[in-house]
């Protein structure tokens, strides 16, 4: 039998579900990992987030938890600061930094002030929008941003609440489809480019980004193309020539360093016409369903995932 597939001992707790608008990924996500690891050997329950859970964590007392959770609770940092308190090892970024990388307008300032590129932003919060007036907000928006542009949630993932802007017309609907997942909206200058997705994992020398993936879609890339196969075609690794797949994943890794993440990252970013990365934001919870970015680039990078992600998890062990 291949030693990587030898049962290793540790119980590792998957957290998955949750009660954001990305449950139906997080529960894909949790049961993937969790044949994944149980491939390598490793016992794993499946517990969603909820009022039997900290009692749960107390009986069972894993070696490791694993938060597969997306969306509020599981990235902003909450749930991390509850297995701190409980002194329980986790994989993934600690409670601090899951709240930077969380809050896009606040990790496109990070990436900023490391020197990473990003296209030109705002954010607008609806209590403003409202008492400034709609219309006067929007076309000082447009006029100094110009379009197109890209309408989002400050939080949240799997682009539920993001609109292409291509004429002033359509400005208004994204806005209040904006609003509906969240009360603040960042407005984007939208680059014209390659969209490419850049996972990164610590390594015992230091972070190291897995093979670009380059996302290619018919229309945008919203939740049905991220999740439902057909609409979206993958190349992993990415169609670029050797110089630009190295400045890519050099701004991976140092949007991780920047952002203080830990064990895992994802960094969305799209490769302009110059030839820039520009940082567009960063994922602390990858999705990991079939479709997902992290484990297309994981294969890309020649590894197995039950290794892979066993090893994700031994690295939270003490030592």
Not at 47 to 54: E, F
Not at 115 to 126: E, F, K, R, W
Not at 142 to 164: A, D
Not at 224 to 240: C, I, K, S, V
Request: aromatic share 6%; glycine share 8%; with cysteine.
């Amino acid at each position: 039998m291949d030693d990587s597939f030898v049962p290793v001992g540790e119980h590792v707790v998957i957290l998955a579900g949750g009660l954001s608008h990305e449950r139906d990924v997080s529960l894909r996500s949790g049961r993937r990992v969790a044949e994944a690891l149980r491939a390598a050997g490793v016992e794993v329950t499946i517990h969603d987030v909820d009022a039997d859970l900290l009692p749960f964590l107390r009986q069972a007392q894993p070696d490791v938890v694993w938060p597969l959770l997306h969306g509020a609770s599981g990235e902003d940092g909450s749930i991390r600061d509850i297995l701190e308190l409980l002194d329980v090892p986790y994989v993934g970024t600690g409670p601090r930094a899951s709240r930077t990388a969380w809050s896009k307008p606040i990790a496109k300032s990070v990436a900023l002030a490391a020197g990473i590129a990003t296209p030109d932003y705002v954010t607008l919060p609806q209590s403003l929008f409202r008492e400034l007036g709609a219309q006067p907000v929007l076309e000082t928006i447009v006029k100094q941003l110009g379009l197109p542009l890209v309408v989002k949630p400050t939080h949240g993932g799997s682009s539920l609440g993001v609109t292409l802007v291509e004429r002033p017309e359509q400005l208004a609907r994204a806005m209040v489809d904006c609003f509906s997942y969240g009360d603040v909206a960042l407005l984007e200058k939208a680059v014209q480019g390659t969209d490419l997705a850049v996972s990164v994992v610590d390594g015992p020398e230091g972070p190291v980004a897995f093979p670009a993936v380059e996302i290619v879609t018919d229309g945008p890339y919203d939740y049905d193309a991220r999740y439902n196969p057909g609409r979206t075609e993958y190349f992993a690794p990415a169609r670029l020539a050797q110089d630009v797949a190295e400045h890519v994943s050099e701004v991976a890794v140092r949007a991780h360093q920047a952002l203080g993440l830990r064990h895992l990252s994802r960094t969305d970013l799209i490769l302009d016409e110059d030839g820039v990365a520009q940082f567009l934001e960063v994922n602390v919870a990858p999705g990991m369903t079939e479709t997902s970015l992290f484990p297309q680039a994981a294969r890309a990078a020649g590894l197995e995932l039950p290794a892979l992600y066993r090893s994700l998890v031994r690295g939270c062990l003490p030592a």
